[in-house]
């Protein structure tokens, strides 16, 4: 993603802030670790977070490389996969802090996201929230038009910001599922630039393709995370 953000919505919710608000920093904890994958070589698709999540990822196929980091003193996990089209699927794991439930924590994720809907609407932006349910319960979707891959506070998408402005034309789209189990906190993201040549359905067009793969990481996840025991929280000194 080399367009130039020439405005940027910093302070938005982050997956492991505790503050719609919070400005929060995400520093690496070491080195970030990828595998690039030879184009004609198969890859599987299959990765995991031992004892936290496993997962194979959609069209294994068209994935070029998968790249893994820790931030915030291991206290976040975020793997993402670009694809062939400028696309980019990412999954994010925290924990969730000891004194709060999972329904507890998405209730607070749901709220901090609505507030980021109306601050963003208030500025022109496109960032639509939506409360779902998953095969991990209560689950926040999100679209977002003309999302950046990150800035100054972390990547995408633990931060969000914005390429363009209110009257930029489509840049680009990212689809967001978040959800919980136990004491961890998922989130799925997809992301992906336009194309070069637009017209009125390609917005939709995104949306569409975006859900569907971050559906299909979201059913996976899920399906296979079901064989790890559900995460306690740390005891209380």
Not at 17 to 30: D, Q, R
Not at 36 to 52: A, N, R, T
Not at 107 to 136: C, I, M, P, Q, W
Request: charged share 15%; proline share 6%; aromatic share 8%.
């Amino acid at each position: 993603m080399n367009r130039i953000s020439v405005f940027l919505l910093c302070i938005l919710v982050a997956l492991a802030s505790s503050s719609a608000n919070a400005e929060m920093k995400y520093e690496l904890s070491g080195k970030q670790y990828s595998m690039q994958f030879v184009k004609g070589k198969w890859w599987d698709g299959k990765h995991s977070f031992p004892k936290i999540y496993c997962i194979t990822f959609p069209v294994p196929e068209k994935a070029q490389e998968l790249r893994q980091a820790m931030f915030n003193n291991n206290a976040i996990y975020q793997v993402d996969v670009p694809y062939e089209g400028n696309l980019f699927l990412s999954v994010v794991s925290s924990t969730i802090p000891s004194n709060q439930t999972s329904e507890e924590a998405m209730a607070k994720v749901l709220a901090n996201e609505r507030r980021n809907e109306a601050e963003t609407k208030k500025h022109g932006l496109s960032y639509v929230v939506s409360d779902l349910s998953t095969n991990f319960g209560s689950t926040v979707g999100i679209v977002v038009k003309n999302p950046g891959p990150g800035n100054s506070y972390g990547p995408f998408p633990l931060t969000r910001s914005f390429m363009g402005n209110a009257n930029s034309p489509l840049l680009s789209m990212s689809v967001h599922r978040i959800f919980a189990r136990g004491h961890n906190r998922f989130e799925v993201a997809a992301i992906q630039l336009a194309p070069k040549q637009t017209t009125e359905s390609t917005e939709a067009e995104m949306t569409t393709a975006l859900s569907t793969i971050a559906d299909q990481a979201v059913t996976s996840l899920q399906e296979c995370t079901t064989s790890i025991p559900v995460s306690m929280p740390n005891a209380q000194p």
